[in-house]
């Protein structure tokens, strides 16, 4: 069986007060492409890189585990 990995970034906005900001704003904050963020706060298929998700990670202080979660089939 091969499990899946939910991008949770939507709810990691909401829970860090940037419900309302926009994603490119967000994104030039944080230094990153607006499409990435988008495209995973909207549920699309998205690989991020690990260097996106170390400026996600620092921006938002978390840990790769509050942005993504595995979950078996």
Request: net charge positive; aromatic share 10%.
């Amino acid at each position: 069986m091969i499990g899946v990995i939910d991008i949770k970034l939507r709810e990691l906005i909401k829970k860090k007060g940037y419900k309302g900001a926009s994603y490119r704003k967000l994104a030039k904050e944080i230094g990153i492409s607006h499409l990435p963020i988008w495209k995973m706060a909207n549920g699309e298929a998205y690989n991020p890189s690990l260097e996106m998700l170390d400026k996600l990670c620092k921006f938002f202080k978390c840990k790769p585990g509050d942005i993504l979660e595995y979950k078996k089939d």
